[in-house]
């Protein structure tokens, strides 16, 4: 073939690229997908927050024990009884029914039958000291309000 005959640089054509990918789902099914996806993503916030918010005083409680005396730890305690229960369930409830209602609302704290006695008792001991003051904390962070 001829020099001549060849064809030139400039006659040729360049490659066609394809155009470029879409982000954007190509197809309805996508579509549903996402908006599926970002429901389920909005509800588990929403029910994060919910419990977020239910927990507002046991954060609070927590707060207050760390600096609290005996008489003290003994009305954060029975306030927060009253914060998680009726009250006509709780405000009457002293000594031995206390301690009984300690033990029974929080089975995971494993409060055994002497803490709950002493804890029940707090409001006439002298002192707070580290061992009743970490079952209380137990008690606050770990009472089942539904029980």
Same mark, same amino acid.
């Given at each position: 073939?001829?020099?001549s005959?060849?064809?030139s640089?400039?006659?040729m054509?360049?490659?066609?690229e394809?155009? #470029? @990918?879409?982000?954007w789902p190509? !197809?309805?099914?996508?579509?549903i997908l996402? $908006? $599926? ?6 509800w ?5 927050? %919910?419990? *977020?918010r239910?927990?507002? =005083?046991? +954060?609070?409680?927590l %707060?207050i024990?760390e !600096?609290?005396?005996? !008489? ?6 029975k306030? @927060?009884a009253?914060?998680?229960?009726p +009250? ?13 209602f300690?033990q +029974? !609302?929080a089975?995971?704290?494993?409060l055994? #039958? @002497? /803490?709950a006695g %002493?804890?029940?008792q707090?409001? =006439? ?6 061992? /009743? ?5 137990? *008690?606050? +962070? ?5 029980l």
């Open positions: 073939m001829s020099p005959a060849m064809p640089r400039e006659a054509h360049g490659l066609i394809p155009p #470029p @990918v879409s982000f190509a !197809t309805p099914a996508w579509l996402l $908006l $599926l996806a970002l429901l389920l993503i909005a588990l916030a929403l029910r994060a927050l %919910r419990a *977020w239910r927990g507002a =005083y046991r +954060r609070e409680a %707060r024990l !600096t609290a005396g005996s !008489t003290d730890a003994a009305a954060i305690l306030r @927060v009253l914060a998680a229960w +009250r006509s369930r709780v405000a009457a409830l002293s000594g031995a029914e206390w301690a009984a300690l +029974r !609302t089975p995971r704290a494993a055994d #039958p @002497v /803490m %002493r804890l029940a707090a409001a =006439y001991a002298t002192e707070l000291d580290p061992p /009743m003051r970490d079952a209380a904390a137990r *008690w606050i +962070r770990r009472h089942d309000p539904r």
